[in-house]
């Protein structure tokens, strides 16, 4: 143990005093409490220096003391996470600096078997299933489907997520489908994938980055119409970009950001027309029902009142494998229609009150998608073990809605 601390405190003092040139000192004020909850910030780097992002480091100040701090560079912008306590108007001072980075471990995209899974050492966090699934057999095909999240995994190793279930065949995990569309003139319904109107599938991964903070993927999706002669044609391309935040080491939960980059495929507008549920998804745990679980939103409605109310977050939690677990689903101010409206199903489904949850921007108003224009939505999950509070989810919402403000001093 000895041993350990002696080598630890030597690379402080090395990242620190050995050879190293301090280029800006950049200084993050968190103005509100974070409930011990981790803030990703950035920076971008070509307003500091030109110095090469292989030859610099970041320090932690911490008194007389620095600190190596995990960060992540990305198209010239600098990342890192910053961690206030429970303290307000908290300010961490780091040091942008020219010297060799210190070696941390890496969030890490791995494929194989048509998915691709995040990963953080040996815990699992989340998998994207880029090859076509199949229903059970026996089941129409018509119900296979491609790009969609499952497994979801909670820090301890849940499952939070479910795919296929015989209730609703289409449903896959977390996925991003709308159901009601107007495109050359006939109605597609991309969700209920029984109706033969339409489907989602994915297309080609366009980048796949790991690193010591985050590890993202970013993945085209096709909306494809089944046209009534037998021909198909997409309507809608997607680009879709999904973001894992290392998890935190002392507390269980992590950040996983999800961006839809929506564009007419041609010259036709595709219409988003209202409907009750349509968009971002979630189809939970089979374990969870209304005895187990809870529902709460950013307006204070439970399960019995969440469903068709806006929201800027929602909590879902429950009991899952001898343990405690849950999301909160948090929607970006800049997304269309919000506050969102939202999908939860009602404590009698299945009889039994099985968990469905979802931020449905066209729930009650059409959304028109013009050609050569891009739509985007985003949308932060906070993955979690533990009971979650409504004070750590406003809180956590407040950060993804406006990220902290780096003041940098050039030295």
Known sequence: MIRIYCLFVFLCVVISTGNTQNIATLEVE????????????????????????????????????????????????LHWLVESGDDENKKSVFE???????????VKATTGGGALTIHSGDRNLLRYCFETVYPPAGIDSVFKRSGFIHPLWSPHGQVLTRIQPPDHYHHYGIWNPWTHVLFEADTVDFWNLGKRQGTVRF??????????????????????????????????????????????ENQD???????????????NPVLLLEYRYGGFGWRTTEQWNKDNSQVLTSEGKTRKEADGSTARWCIVQGDVDNDY????????????????????????????????????????????????????LKYRLLVFNGPFTKEKAESAWKYFAAPPKVNVKIN
């Open 203 to 248: 297309a080609d991964f366009v980048s796949i980055t790991n690193g010591s903070v985050f590890s993202e993927f970013e993945t085209l999706h096709e909306h494809v119409v089944f046209k009534k002669d037998g021909s198909e044609k997409v309507a809608l391309d997607e680009l879709q970009t999904v973001r894992v935040y290392r998890p935190h």
């Open 96 to 106: 942008l600096v020219k010297g060799t980075p210190h070696d941390f471990d890496q």
């Open 30 to 77: 968190l103005l509100t409490a974070t409930d011990g909850l981790a803030v990703p910030v950035s920076v971008d780097l070509d307003a500091i220096t030109f110095i090469a992002d292989s030859a610099l480091a970041l320090v932690e100040v911490q008194g007389s003391k620095t600190m190596p701090v995990p960060f992540q560079i990305e198209h010239r912008t």
């Open 325 to 376: 677990a849950g999301v909160v689903m948090m929607s970006y101010p800049a997304n269309y229609n919000h506050p969102e409206p939202l999908r939860i199903w009602p404590e009698s489904m299945n009889n039994r009150g099985d968990m469905f949850a979802n931020f449905s921007p066209t729930k009650n108003k059409d959304w028109l998608l013009k050609p050569r224009q891009n739509y985007v």
């Open 253 to 267: 939960y992590y950040i996983a950001d999800f961006t839809m980059q929506m564009n007419c495929a041609e010259e």
